[in-house]
């Protein structure tokens, strides 16, 4: 990503918020995992977005128009002693050449500063209810302000929340950020094509899980959210990580993992059989979430609204499930009364970015939103029947399915970014066979 871009939308983010007032953003803190010992920091990824640093202790100002410098940057002193213990860090110096700062300042200054910048403002932007202590600090700082309002300080009187502006923009995604989702979802397919050789009976899922860790590490990408990899009937959990279990012939195993690329996430599910060979159930039922995953893709085009493909792959599969006598009734009453829901309970896809439950709205006032180039979403429709379900034949329990793929909407309909990952019945067992 260039300097050249954050700085642009640091100025598309300014236009909205205005002259005359101010946005303030933290970036996120060290959080412990343990006495003594942090999670592996991840920055916060509005600060990310709009900045490129990635260190904690951080504040953004953006002051639109304001004659000494429109962006400022809080963040840490240089300290040899604790950069010797805990790595680099840019300090001032760092922040205003190597991060366009137009001007930087301790952290521990904060609270002299930031009161001066407030105040005489109209408007602040911020993200209300994310950081706690921040929320709290903020009021401390304007409090101060309020404090000399008999001596003439103007207190800002508007407090508004920063979601919706930024958010918006992070929807569409710019053609570097694109190139970085291309690289992550590139990074993950080779990951799944590993896991699917490598797979065999009695290897655990841990030992597949490392395949990925093998593969994300090699190229100096993150895990976007923690890898589920479900043998058996913990393929029927949805949000199953502790991947533990031995992994069984005649068994599926349904993987769900990508990674994130500068903070840019895949996110990739593919289910296959343990031991290289769907039997006559398992395959059944993955022809079915396939066709509705087609069915779904087929529906990412611009002008089509947010749920379109949600409806499509939920009528593919209500009819299938009727088909294979796992639902009684007609196909027009069972979407109505969702009765899909018993085997089919999440939704078809989510937005994708920075986070992988990425930002922006799915509806605009009451109308789900409608696709537009340069979003990305993914689509994974599933089939999931525990084991002991009441009134279901005994030969499709413990399967559960998922497929998910990563989609852009471009100009002339979509682009699976995803794509180079076999899903068909004979390409999966070929490359695991092979
Ligand atoms: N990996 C989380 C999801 O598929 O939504
Ligand atoms: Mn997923
Ligand atoms: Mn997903």
Known sequence: MTPTEFKRRRNQLMKMVGKGNIAILSSASEQTRNRDVDYIFRQDSDFLYLTGF????????????????EYILFCREKDPE???????????????E???ADDSF???DIDDILPGMLEGRQKVFHFMGR?????QQLMVWVNQIKARSRSGAHVPYEYVSLDHLLHDMRLYKSRSEISLMKKAAKISVAAHKR????????????SIEAEYNHEFCLNNAQHAYPPIVGSGENGCILHYTENSDQLKDGDLLLIDAGCEVQG????ITRTFPVNGHFSPAQRELYELVLQAQKAAINKVKPGNHWNDPHNAAVRVITKGLIELKLLKGTLAKLIKDQAYKRFYMHRTGHWLGLDVHDVGDYKLGEQWRVLEPGMVLTVEPGLYIPANSKGVNRKWWGIGIRIEDDVLVTVKGHEVLSAGLPSSVDEVEALMAG
């Open 54 to 69: 990635n260190e904690p202790d951080a504040v953004l100002v953006l002051i639109p128009g304001r004659k000494h410098g």
């Open 82 to 96: 604790q950069e010797t213990w805990h790595g680099r860090r840019a300090g001032q110096q760092g922040a205003i």
């Open 98 to 100: 190597d991060f366009a």
């Open 106 to 108: 301790p952290i521990d």
């Open 131 to 135: 950081y706690a202590d921040f929320d």
């Open 195 to 206: 896991a699917m050789q490598q797979c065999k009976p009695g290897k655990y899922e841990y």
């Open 264 to 267: 840019y996430a895949s996110d």
